[in-house]
Protein backbone atom coordinates (compact mmCIF):
# COMPACT_ATOMS: atom_id res chain seq x y z
CA UNK A 1 0.00 0.00 0.00
CA UNK A 2 1.36 3.29 -0.92
CA UNK A 3 0.73 6.03 2.12
CA UNK A 4 1.95 9.68 1.31
CA UNK A 5 2.43 12.47 3.82
CA UNK A 6 2.14 16.28 3.12
CA UNK A 7 3.75 18.56 5.96
CA UNK A 8 5.00 22.38 5.38
CA UNK A 9 8.33 22.53 3.87
CA UNK A 10 10.65 21.57 6.86
CA UNK A 11 13.57 23.61 8.68
CA UNK A 12 16.71 21.83 10.44
CA UNK A 13 17.61 23.81 13.49
CA UNK A 14 20.79 22.28 14.38
CA UNK A 15 23.03 21.79 11.25
CA UNK A 16 27.22 21.45 10.29
CA UNK A 17 27.90 22.52 6.90
CA UNK A 18 31.68 22.82 7.04
CA UNK A 19 33.35 24.87 4.76
CA UNK A 20 35.01 24.88 1.27
CA UNK A 21 34.69 21.12 -0.48
CA UNK A 22 32.89 19.13 2.40
CA UNK A 23 30.52 22.53 2.44
CA UNK A 24 29.62 22.17 -1.25
CA UNK A 25 29.12 18.12 -1.17
CA UNK A 26 26.84 18.55 1.75
CA UNK A 27 24.80 21.25 1.05
CA UNK A 28 22.59 19.56 -1.74
CA UNK A 29 21.95 16.89 0.83
CA UNK A 30 19.91 19.60 2.91
CA UNK A 31 18.69 22.27 0.67
CA UNK A 32 16.81 19.18 -1.21
CA UNK A 33 14.63 18.89 1.41
CA UNK A 34 15.22 21.69 4.01
CA UNK A 35 14.21 25.12 3.31
CA UNK A 36 16.16 26.84 6.49
CA UNK A 37 18.43 25.46 8.61
CA UNK A 38 20.38 27.17 11.92
CA UNK A 39 23.81 26.77 10.61
CA UNK A 40 26.35 25.58 13.57
CA UNK A 41 29.95 27.97 13.90
CA UNK A 42 32.53 25.51 15.07
CA UNK A 43 34.08 26.35 11.66
CA UNK A 44 38.19 26.41 12.18
CA UNK A 45 38.73 29.11 13.10
CA UNK A 46 35.36 29.55 14.46
CA UNK A 47 32.76 31.60 13.51
CA UNK A 48 32.59 34.49 16.24
CA UNK A 49 31.88 37.98 14.93
CA UNK A 50 29.31 38.96 12.62
CA UNK A 51 31.65 40.06 10.25
CA UNK A 52 32.47 36.16 10.30
CA UNK A 53 29.02 35.11 9.98
CA UNK A 54 28.30 37.73 7.14
CA UNK A 55 31.23 36.16 5.05
CA UNK A 56 30.33 33.02 6.00
CA UNK A 57 26.41 32.90 4.81
CA UNK A 58 27.98 34.52 1.76
CA UNK A 59 30.24 31.34 1.08
CA UNK A 60 27.43 29.10 1.94
CA UNK A 61 25.00 31.12 -0.64
CA UNK A 62 27.61 30.93 -3.17
CA UNK A 63 27.93 27.35 -2.94
CA UNK A 64 23.78 26.60 -2.97
CA UNK A 65 22.57 24.48 -5.75
CA UNK A 66 20.51 26.40 -8.66
CA UNK A 67 16.79 26.81 -7.21
CA UNK A 68 17.65 25.56 -4.14
CA UNK A 69 15.39 28.19 -2.52
CA UNK A 70 16.87 27.93 1.48
CA UNK A 71 17.81 30.61 3.74
CA UNK A 72 20.53 29.55 5.78
CA UNK A 73 20.34 31.27 9.36
CA UNK A 74 23.54 32.20 11.03
CA UNK A 75 24.71 31.37 14.28
CA UNK A 76 27.89 32.92 16.64
CA UNK A 77 30.53 31.11 18.45
CA UNK A 78 30.47 32.19 21.92
CA UNK A 79 34.05 32.90 23.39
CA UNK A 80 35.44 34.40 26.28
CA UNK A 81 35.98 37.43 24.03
CA UNK A 82 32.63 38.03 22.96
CA UNK A 83 31.64 41.66 23.18
CA UNK A 84 28.28 42.07 23.59
CA UNK A 85 27.67 44.84 21.65
CA UNK A 86 28.85 42.63 18.26
CA UNK A 87 26.10 40.41 18.93
CA UNK A 88 23.61 42.34 19.49
CA UNK A 89 23.94 44.28 16.80
CA UNK A 90 24.31 41.04 14.48
CA UNK A 91 21.20 39.70 15.60
CA UNK A 92 19.29 43.21 14.96
CA UNK A 93 20.58 43.53 11.45
CA UNK A 94 19.30 40.13 10.41
CA UNK A 95 22.68 38.48 10.32
CA UNK A 96 22.55 36.11 13.24
CA UNK A 97 19.81 33.94 14.65
CA UNK A 98 21.54 32.72 17.84
CA UNK A 99 24.43 32.45 19.76
CA UNK A 100 25.82 29.29 20.28
CA UNK A 101 27.30 28.21 23.60
CA UNK A 102 30.25 25.16 23.64
CA UNK A 103 31.78 25.03 26.81
CA UNK A 104 35.45 24.63 26.07
CA UNK A 105 36.36 20.81 25.21
CA UNK A 106 32.89 19.54 24.88
CA UNK A 107 32.99 18.44 21.39
CA UNK A 108 34.55 18.70 17.72
CA UNK A 109 36.03 22.03 17.43
CA UNK A 110 35.42 23.38 20.89
CA UNK A 111 38.73 24.67 21.92
CA UNK A 112 37.78 28.24 22.00
CA UNK A 113 34.52 27.85 23.83
CA UNK A 114 33.84 29.42 27.33
CA UNK A 115 35.22 27.82 30.59
CA UNK A 116 34.11 30.73 33.02
CA UNK A 117 30.79 31.30 32.29
CA UNK A 118 31.25 34.71 34.73
CA UNK A 119 33.07 35.63 31.75
CA UNK A 120 30.35 36.02 29.76
CA UNK A 121 27.23 36.87 31.80
CA UNK A 122 27.18 40.47 30.31
CA UNK A 123 26.91 39.31 26.96
CA UNK A 124 24.39 36.74 28.37
CA UNK A 125 22.62 39.65 29.69
CA UNK A 126 22.74 41.80 26.63
CA UNK A 127 21.17 38.82 24.70
CA UNK A 128 18.76 38.68 27.07
CA UNK A 129 17.32 41.99 26.61
CA UNK A 130 17.40 41.89 22.98
CA UNK A 131 16.12 38.95 22.74
CA UNK A 132 18.54 36.55 21.45
CA UNK A 133 18.63 33.03 21.82
CA UNK A 134 21.51 31.43 23.12
CA UNK A 135 21.84 27.25 21.82
CA UNK A 136 23.21 25.32 24.16
CA UNK A 137 25.89 22.26 23.89
CA UNK A 138 24.95 21.09 27.10
CA UNK A 139 28.04 18.81 28.04
CA UNK A 140 30.36 19.17 31.35
CA UNK A 141 33.60 18.46 30.21
CA UNK A 142 35.00 17.64 33.76
CA UNK A 143 36.99 14.39 32.63
CA UNK A 144 35.72 12.89 36.63
CA UNK A 145 32.32 13.22 34.69
CA UNK A 146 31.71 9.77 32.72
CA UNK A 147 30.95 10.64 29.34
CA UNK A 148 27.14 9.04 29.72
CA UNK A 149 26.31 11.37 32.67
CA UNK A 150 28.20 14.68 31.29
CA UNK A 151 24.61 15.79 29.53
CA UNK A 152 22.82 15.32 33.39
CA UNK A 153 25.21 16.98 35.45
CA UNK A 154 25.46 19.59 33.08
CA UNK A 155 21.79 20.80 33.96
CA UNK A 156 22.36 20.81 37.52
CA UNK A 157 26.20 22.44 37.22
CA UNK A 158 25.51 25.13 34.37
CA UNK A 159 22.48 25.61 32.92
CA UNK A 160 19.70 25.72 35.75
CA UNK A 161 22.45 28.26 37.31
CA UNK A 162 22.56 29.93 34.60
CA UNK A 163 19.05 30.07 33.78
CA UNK A 164 18.64 31.62 37.25
CA UNK A 165 21.03 34.06 36.69
CA UNK A 166 19.74 35.58 33.46
CA UNK A 167 15.98 35.03 33.54
CA UNK A 168 15.07 36.57 30.82
CA UNK A 169 17.39 34.62 28.00
CA UNK A 170 15.77 32.27 25.90
CA UNK A 171 17.68 29.17 25.32
CA UNK A 172 17.66 26.00 23.67
CA UNK A 173 19.11 23.16 24.51
CA UNK A 174 20.45 21.66 21.96
CA UNK A 175 20.84 17.56 21.02
CA UNK A 176 18.93 16.39 24.57
CA UNK A 177 20.18 12.62 24.72
CA UNK A 178 18.67 11.89 28.26
CA UNK A 179 15.59 11.46 30.05
CA UNK A 180 16.75 13.86 32.48
CA UNK A 181 16.98 16.86 30.02
CA UNK A 182 13.32 16.23 28.57
CA UNK A 183 12.26 16.48 32.14
CA UNK A 184 14.00 19.76 32.47
CA UNK A 185 12.64 21.67 29.52
CA UNK A 186 8.64 20.12 30.52
CA UNK A 187 9.82 21.42 33.91
CA UNK A 188 10.75 24.79 32.47
CA UNK A 189 8.85 28.12 31.78
CA UNK A 190 8.49 30.08 28.02
CA UNK A 191 12.07 30.62 27.66
CA UNK A 192 13.39 27.05 27.64
CA UNK A 193 13.03 24.82 24.26
CA UNK A 194 15.09 21.22 22.91
CA UNK A 195 15.94 20.52 19.75
CA UNK A 196 16.03 16.56 19.11
CA UNK A 197 18.22 14.73 16.75
CA UNK A 198 17.37 11.87 14.08
CA UNK A 199 19.80 9.64 15.14
CA UNK A 200 19.35 10.23 18.58
CA UNK A 201 15.36 8.63 18.20
CA UNK A 202 16.93 5.95 16.50
CA UNK A 203 19.91 4.51 18.31
CA UNK A 204 21.28 3.63 21.79
CA UNK A 205 24.23 3.16 22.88
CA UNK A 206 24.51 -0.66 22.56
CA UNK A 207 24.00 0.24 18.73
CA UNK A 208 27.85 1.87 19.54
CA UNK A 209 29.42 -0.76 21.03
CA UNK A 210 27.73 -4.24 21.02
CA UNK A 211 29.02 -6.57 18.66
CA UNK A 212 31.74 -4.36 17.50
CA UNK A 213 32.29 -1.08 17.82
CA UNK A 214 30.68 0.99 15.24
CA UNK A 215 32.49 4.61 14.78
CA UNK A 216 28.91 6.27 12.43
CA UNK A 217 26.97 5.74 15.76
CA UNK A 218 29.55 7.82 17.85
CA UNK A 219 28.57 11.27 18.24
CA UNK A 220 28.74 13.76 20.54
CA UNK A 221 26.20 13.97 23.16
CA UNK A 222 27.01 10.09 22.71
CA UNK A 223 23.87 8.05 22.37
CA UNK A 224 22.33 6.89 25.81
CA UNK A 225 20.33 3.73 27.57
CA UNK A 226 17.21 2.74 26.02
CA UNK A 227 14.87 3.96 28.36
CA UNK A 228 16.50 7.62 27.57
CA UNK A 229 15.83 7.15 23.40
CA UNK A 230 12.55 6.38 24.87
CA UNK A 231 11.99 9.30 26.49
CA UNK A 232 13.48 11.62 22.97
CA UNK A 233 10.74 9.55 21.17
CA UNK A 234 7.82 10.40 23.18
CA UNK A 235 8.82 14.26 23.58
CA UNK A 236 9.30 14.59 19.88
CA UNK A 237 5.73 12.50 18.93
CA UNK A 238 3.80 14.32 21.63
CA UNK A 239 3.12 17.53 20.25
CA UNK A 240 4.83 19.21 22.90
CA UNK A 241 5.70 22.62 21.18
CA UNK A 242 9.04 22.75 22.88
CA UNK A 243 10.88 19.86 21.21
CA UNK A 244 11.79 20.55 17.66
CA UNK A 245 14.06 18.92 15.22
CA UNK A 246 17.69 19.76 14.92
CA UNK A 247 19.22 17.01 12.94
CA UNK A 248 22.80 17.86 14.28
CA UNK A 249 24.21 16.39 10.54
CA UNK A 250 28.01 16.34 11.37
CA UNK A 251 29.68 15.22 8.49
CA UNK A 252 32.68 14.30 8.77
CA UNK A 253 35.42 12.55 5.39
CA UNK A 254 35.01 8.57 6.44
CA UNK A 255 38.38 8.24 6.66
CA UNK A 256 38.52 10.78 9.98
CA UNK A 257 35.63 8.52 11.34
CA UNK A 258 37.46 5.40 10.77
CA UNK A 259 40.67 6.16 13.05
CA UNK A 260 42.16 5.33 15.88
CA UNK A 261 40.50 8.42 17.29
CA UNK A 262 37.49 8.90 15.30
CA UNK A 263 35.69 11.86 15.11
CA UNK A 264 31.89 12.53 16.64
CA UNK A 265 29.05 13.44 14.28
CA UNK A 266 26.52 11.26 12.15
CA UNK A 267 25.02 12.11 8.80
CA UNK A 268 21.98 12.01 8.37
CA UNK A 269 21.08 15.25 6.72
CA UNK A 270 19.86 13.16 3.08
CA UNK A 271 17.71 10.52 5.04
CA UNK A 272 16.35 12.83 8.05
CA UNK A 273 13.04 12.67 6.62
CA UNK A 274 12.44 9.48 5.29
CA UNK A 275 14.14 8.16 8.74
CA UNK A 276 11.56 9.99 11.00
CA UNK A 277 8.70 9.15 9.00
CA UNK A 278 9.49 6.08 10.03
CA UNK A 279 9.75 6.75 13.45
CA UNK A 280 6.78 8.88 13.70
CA UNK A 281 4.75 5.99 12.18
CA UNK A 282 5.77 3.50 14.15
CA UNK A 283 5.31 5.33 17.38
CA UNK A 284 1.29 6.19 15.60
CA UNK A 285 2.17 9.77 15.33
CA UNK A 286 2.77 10.82 12.12
CA UNK A 287 0.08 13.25 11.82
CA UNK A 288 2.52 15.62 14.24
CA UNK A 289 5.56 14.72 12.02
CA UNK A 290 4.98 18.39 10.09
CA UNK A 291 4.68 20.31 13.81
CA UNK A 292 8.16 18.65 15.08
CA UNK A 293 10.03 19.57 11.65
CA UNK A 294 8.10 22.65 10.36
CA UNK A 295 6.31 24.40 12.95
CA UNK A 296 7.35 24.57 16.44
CA UNK A 297 11.02 25.26 15.50
CA UNK A 298 9.97 28.24 13.55
CA UNK A 299 7.64 29.49 16.49
CA UNK A 300 10.08 29.44 18.81
CA UNK A 301 12.33 31.30 17.41
CA UNK A 302 9.43 33.98 15.74
CA UNK A 303 9.70 32.89 12.30
CA UNK A 304 6.66 31.89 10.16
CA UNK A 305 6.27 28.69 8.98
CA UNK A 306 7.66 28.29 5.49
CA UNK A 307 5.51 28.43 2.35
CA UNK A 308 5.06 25.42 0.24
CA UNK A 309 5.08 21.72 1.22
CA UNK A 310 7.09 18.37 1.24
CA UNK A 311 5.57 15.28 0.44
CA UNK A 312 6.67 11.84 1.67
CA UNK A 313 5.70 8.80 0.01
CA UNK A 314 6.11 5.47 0.94
CA UNK A 315 6.39 2.87 -1.02
CA UNK A 316 7.64 -1.07 -1.27
CA UNK A 317 11.48 -0.90 -2.35
CA UNK A 318 13.82 0.03 0.35
CA UNK A 319 16.17 3.27 -0.27
CA UNK A 320 19.44 2.83 0.48
CA UNK A 321 22.11 5.13 1.47
CA UNK A 322 26.00 4.45 1.67
CA UNK A 323 28.78 7.12 1.12
CA UNK A 324 27.84 10.65 0.25
CA UNK A 325 30.82 12.02 -2.33
CA UNK A 326 32.07 14.99 -1.43
CA UNK A 327 35.52 17.31 -3.07
CA UNK A 328 36.64 16.29 1.13
CA UNK A 329 36.21 12.41 0.66
CA UNK A 330 33.03 10.02 0.95
CA UNK A 331 30.70 10.74 4.22
CA UNK A 332 28.62 7.46 5.28
CA UNK A 333 25.20 8.65 5.70
CA UNK A 334 23.28 7.76 8.73
CA UNK A 335 21.84 3.44 8.77
CA UNK A 336 18.95 3.32 11.02
CA UNK A 337 19.54 -0.30 10.97
CA UNK A 338 15.76 -0.95 9.43
CA UNK A 339 14.54 -0.74 5.98
CA UNK A 340 13.77 2.99 4.42
CA UNK A 341 10.73 2.53 3.01
CA UNK A 342 9.72 5.93 3.17
CA UNK A 343 11.11 8.55 0.31
CA UNK A 344 10.92 11.92 -0.79
CA UNK A 345 8.79 13.01 -3.24
CA UNK A 346 10.52 15.15 -6.84
CA UNK A 347 9.12 18.62 -6.05
CA UNK A 348 7.11 17.78 -9.49
CA UNK A 349 6.62 14.20 -8.70
CA UNK A 350 2.70 13.49 -9.73
CA UNK A 351 1.58 11.83 -6.38
CA UNK A 352 -0.40 9.26 -6.61
CA UNK A 353 -4.08 8.90 -4.73
CA UNK A 354 -3.65 8.44 -0.77
C1 LIG B 1 29.60 17.94 15.97
C2 LIG B 1 30.62 18.24 14.89
O1 LIG B 1 31.16 17.29 14.31
O2 LIG B 1 30.84 19.41 14.58
N1 LIG B 1 29.74 16.57 16.37
C3 LIG B 1 28.81 15.81 16.98
O3 LIG B 1 29.11 14.67 17.35
N2 LIG B 1 27.60 16.25 17.21
C4 LIG B 1 29.75 18.89 17.09
C5 LIG B 1 28.60 18.93 18.04
O4 LIG B 1 27.50 19.39 17.70
O5 LIG B 1 28.77 18.51 19.19
ZN1 LIG C 1 26.20 19.93 16.50
Known sequence: MTRTLTIPRPDDWHLHLRDGAMMAGVLPATTAHFARALIMPNLVPPVVTGLDAAAYRDRIVDALPQGAGFTPLMTLYLTEATVAADVVAAHKAGMITAVKLYPAGATTNSASGV??????????????????????HGEVTDPAVDIFDREAVFIDRVLDPLRRAVPGLRVVMEHVTTADAVAYVQSADAGLAATITTHHLVINRNHILAGGIRPHYYCLPVAKRERHRLELLAAATSGDARFFLGTDSAPHADALKLAPCGCAGCFTAPNTLPVLAHMFEAADALPRLGDFVARFGAAFYGLA????TLTLIKGDTPQSFGAWPTGAGPVTVFDPGFEVLWRVACRDERLPRP
Open 115 to 136: RDFDRVRAVFEAMAEAGVPLCV
Open 305 to 308: QNPG
